[in-house]
């Protein structure tokens, strides 16, 4: 699609400039959200000026949207290594989750395949998931990971079986980077049957992916997390494989019904396209990076420990305890002197919850409160990394420090 929108012109009124200036303060949360990039914004305006007719409708208007459709497939399953036919858009990755598990799901039991494996470290909208399934009459059991977070395949092994419908597994978890051993995982479900599905969320951008090649079944990804916007997202569905659909209609397919978001979408296809573009220098560069950080940071802050360290992990996320202080406040401390980044333990009525991960880790629930992640984005620089270093040193220094002092007074 040609740009009619310059970014110089853009930047009067949407400032994409604004969203991707050298931070600061320093945005280390890209596993979160990334910036939007400003080409991919210049493709969604001008996708909402000329391409607003509806794409399922037949006159001449309709024909132009179907086409930039039809392109934004073609591009957004080329950089996953899908075949567009096979590329179902969703509001995001938690919906195709839900239409990955229980469209297979609510299809397989049909057969008496009533059974869902799942690992225990999956995103909580897919534990959340679980759960509904659960009170509608499948069984789902939780798979357990080792201490550095990796699915334990042996466990994984001896749950297999002739009821299980679909087993699903992230390719990368979001809280620790840990990778997950989905070949493996593809064998162990096919020799049963069941269907495999990978919830790719965070491998996008961050490893060399193929859906062809990974063995998954279904596949879930989201536009946010690599410089497209909120709000769009893709499943995978190998070819041949049905499901029923969460919504019903004609579109896609009739795999989910409901008019397409169709600038999100073409900006969801300018992100894959840039992301394609650098792809083998970003990851060598954020691999860099988080050497730098990791290093840095054990080296400022005697009792950083690194979670999942043992594991093969995502070149951008480092998950960290600092000597076992709990997250909520390190976090605090860390913005206030320009650092941004996260935790996986959600907060609720103002106390922090010990994220489920670690728990499955092996952690205790005061360790599990702990876990601070840092998450490099491809636009993160070298003075970034230092800048978060020294920022880390100064704001949690102290903090371990009084700690130390603490245990040596109950100690005497
Ligand atoms: N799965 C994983 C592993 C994620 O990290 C996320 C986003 N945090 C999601 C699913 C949900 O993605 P979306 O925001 O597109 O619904």
Avoid at 167 to 178: F, H
Avoid at 193 to 210: C, E, I, M, R
Avoid at 260 to 284: H, K, M, V, W, Y
Avoid at 306 to 311: P, S, V
Wanted: proline content about 6%; aromatic content about 2%; hydrophobic content about 45%.
């Amino acid at each position: 699609m040609t740009a009619t929108l310059s970014p110089g012109a853009m930047t009067a009124t949407l400032s994409p400039g604004a969203m991707t200036a050298s931070p600061s303060p320093v945005y280390l949360d890209h596993n979160a959200a990334t910036p939007l990039r400003p080409e991919v914004l210049v493709d969604m305006h001008d996708t909402m000026r000329h391409a607003w007719a509806n794409p399922s409708s037949v006159h001449g208007p309709g024909q132009a949207a179907r086409r930039v459709l039809a392109d934004a497939r073609a591009r957004v399953a080329g950089f996953l290594g899908a075949l567009p036919a096979e590329l179902v858009f969703t509001s995001g990755a938690t919906e195709a989750n839900h239409l990955a598990v229980r469209g297979t799901w609510a299809q397989a039991r049909l057969h008496g395949r009533t059974r869902v494996l799942m690992s225990a470290v999956e995103h909580p909208g897919l534990l959340a998931l679980a759960a509904q399934l659960r009170d509608e009459g499948a069984v789902v059991d939780l798979m357990p990971v080792d201490t550095h977070g990796r699915l334990n395949l042996a466990a994984a092994r001896a749950r297999m079986g002739e009821d299980v419908a679909l087993v699903s597994v992230m390719g990368a978890n979001n809280e620790t980077g840990v990778l997950m051993p989905v070949p493996e995982v593809a064998q162990l479900a096919h020799a049963c049957g069941a269907a495999l599905h990978v919830d790719a969320t965070q491998l996008v951008g961050k490893a060399p992916l193929s859906f062809a090649d990974s063995g998954a079944d279904l596949m879930s990804v989201s536009a946010h997390k690599i410089g497209g916007p909120k709000g769009t997202g893709a499943l995978l569905v190998r070819k041949g494989r049905t499901l029923l659909p969460l919504l019903a209609g004609r579109q896609e397919r009739h795999r989910r019904g409901g008019t397409e978001n169709l600038p999100a979408i073409a900006g969801f296809a300018a992100a894959c396209a840039r992301a394609a573009s650098t792809l083998q220098d970003d990851l060598a560069r954020m691999l860099r990076l988080r050497v730098r950080l990791e290093q840095g940071l054990r080296q400022a802050l005697p009792g950083t420990v690194l979670l999942g360290e043992g594991a093969p992990r995502l070149p951008n996320t480092v998950c960290v305890s600092f000597g076992g202080l709990d997250a909520e406040p390190v976090l605090a401390r860390l913005e206030r002197v320009g650092v941004v980044a996260s935790s996986g333990a959600a907060c609720s009525a103002g106390a922090t919850q010990p994220s489920h991960v670690l728990l499955a880790m092996g952690l205790d629930a005061r360790a599990a409160r702990s876990g601070v992640r840092f998450s490099i984005g491809r636009d993160t620089s070298a003075e970034d990394i230092d800048a978060a270093i020294e920022a880390s040193a100064r704001a949690i220094g102290p903090l371990l420090a009084e700690r130390v002092a603490a245990a040596a007074d109950t100690t005497t």
